[in-house]
């Protein structure tokens, strides 16, 4: 059998396990990467990307279909489009194939060395991979485990025929013409969207009374109204009990306790993402765990002297951004450098439509620490919003009431996704409101809200 040696050895190239392999072949690390599949992950080849490409292509399909006829107030006319999702999807395919190569590239750029295979744990040194010409043990002083998630099956509607995951949805080669998601959190909401935009008829099934159940509802009603401008029916407080025998429904128990059937091609189950924690031999070695996520403290070191473990695996916000600072950050470590990571401003992008963003504290997390000044400013009084037709939504932002200190920014409208970063960073520099509401936005932008909410919490908003 081969053996080999380093001195850090990553599981998993999503993008944790890829970022962290790349700082630390950056700094001189000698570092291995083990990868089953191909480079990028879940986020690049079932997630992030191909997610957003279909709803690229969805959004443009919308817009132009709302151009047929001649009753677009734009002043634009165009012959009924028609859409062939097996090129869409050959596009978005191209798209994630560019990028796989792209991560290859970068890796051995970085001097690090890519196995392809799957590690399993012989102990807490030493990993073997079983790859395409046979089996490889990898010695090495430090382990990261980035292994990630993997879609959550329901019991009684197991993957197969109808009943799909978003892996599957992303690669289909028709729209169905009736779609039941079940599960209205962002994943499942961001997909249904998509289909519905391309023609499908949705129905969305949320056991709780809400959807997009971790945001507060002042966030969530643009999104809310949308489903419904788009036809998509959404049942609340109602539960998927099943598929029907012929195969071609979903079974529901309705919020009143009834049974129900959602007639259905094709059932997206969308109910969350679980830690990939088995078939790599965690019995091997002596993690602790938290719940179904390995432990980690805030440098990501497991309860074992060695191994890290970062990103989906080690538990929520399941994001790809949380997973790459935390593989940077993990590399830095392991070579020597002073690294910690600052939480708190993680944000969370949900693309929607329109789209939600949150960072930092939520105003009622906020109002439980004490007294919080909350300024919102809405994009119906924002000249650029109304230019794109997108006036439904806002910016809020939510200080401390004492020093203006700015603890948390949620954003929700069309194209706020770009917003993020100019939140993310308001926080990590620690701004008050002062440093916003004086920050000299470019006019006519979306930005222009954010200045606005902060003046409106300052109690001198100009623009409302
Ligand atoms: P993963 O990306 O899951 O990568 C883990 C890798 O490890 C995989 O490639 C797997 O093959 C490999 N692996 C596992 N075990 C082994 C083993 N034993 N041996 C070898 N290889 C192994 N996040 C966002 O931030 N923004 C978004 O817009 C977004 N959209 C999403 C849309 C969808 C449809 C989905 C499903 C997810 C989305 N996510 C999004 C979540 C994001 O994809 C994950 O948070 C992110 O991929 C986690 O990164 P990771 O490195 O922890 O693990």
């Known amino acids: 059998m081969k053996e080999i040696s380093c001195k850090l050895l990553v599981i998993g190239a999503g993008p944790g396990g890829y970022i962290c392999a790349i700082r630390a072949g950056q700094l001189g690390v000698d570092t291995v990467i083990v990868e089953a599949g191909k480079p990028g992950g879940t986020c690049l080849n079932v997630g992030c990307i191909p997610s957003k490409a279909l709803i690229h292509a969805a959004e443009e399909f919308e817009k132009v279909s709302h151009m047929a006829g001649g009753k677009s107030p734009l002043g634009i006319s165009v012959t009924a489009p028609a859409l062939d999702l097996a090129r869409t ?52 002083e430090t382990i990261v485990i980035a292994t990630g998630s993997a879609p959550v099956e329901l019991p009684f509607l197991p993957f197969g025929g109808p009943v799909i995951s978003s892996t599957q949805a992303l690669a289909l080669s028709e729209v169905p013409r009736k779609l039941a998601v079940v599960g209205g959190g962002y994943i499942g909401l961001e997909l249904g969207m998509a289909f519905a935009k391309m023609g499908a008829k949705v129905t969305v099934v949320e056991a709780l009374p809400r959807v997009l159940a971790q945001y507060d509802a002042e ?52 109910v969350g993402r679980k830690p990939v924690t088995e078939g790599w031999g965690l019995d091997q070695i002596d993690l602790d765990m938290s719940g179904k996520f390995i ?21 929520e916000p399941m994001l790809a951004h949380r997973a790459m600072a935390q593989g940077e950050m993990v590399a830095e470590i392991v070579a020597g450098h002073k690294r910690g990571w600052d939480k708190r401003s993680i944000p969370a992008v949900c693309f929607t439509d329109p789209e939600l963003v ?19 400013f809405p994009f119906a009084a924002n000249g650029r919003a109304m230019t794109k037709m997108g006036e439904d939504g806002f910016v809020r932002v939510v200080a401390r009431a004492d020093n203006h200190l700015v603890l948390g920014i949620q954003a929700v409208g069309q194209g ?49």
């Open 89 to 140: 999807v050959a596009w978005k395919d191209g798209i994630v194939s560019r990028l796989n190569s792209g991560v290859a590239g970068l890796l051995k750029k970085a001097g690090v060395k890519t196995v392809q295979g799957w590690a399993t744990f012989r102990d807490g040194k030493t990993v073997e991979v079983e790859t395409e010409t046979g089996s490889q043990m990898i010695h090495a």
């Open 219 to 270: 966030l969530t009603r643009p999104v809310v109204k949308r489903l419904a401008a788009l036809g998509i029916e959404v049942m609340t407080d109602a539960k998927a009990k099943g598929l029907s025998t012929k195969g071609d429904a979903l079974l529901v128990e309705t919020a009143d306790r009834k049974s129900a059937k959602v007639a259905a091609d094709k059932i997206l189950v969308t």
């Open 358 to 376: 949150t960072s930092g504290l939520s105003p009622e997390e906020a109002k439980a620490q004490g007294e919080v000044k909350i300024g919102l």
């Open 295 to 315: 432990k980690v403290d805030d440098q990501c070191r497991t309860s074992m002297r060695g191994i890290f473990a970062i990103g989906d695996v080690t538990g």
């Open 416 to 464: 706020v996704s770009e917003l993020s970063a100019a939140f993310g960073l308001a926080l990590e520099m620690g701004a008050r409101l002062e440093d916003i509401a004086g920050t000299i936005h470019a006019h006519p932008t979306q930005g222009e809200g954010f200045q606005e909410a902060a003046l409106k919490a300052l109690g001198h908003a100009l623009h409302i």
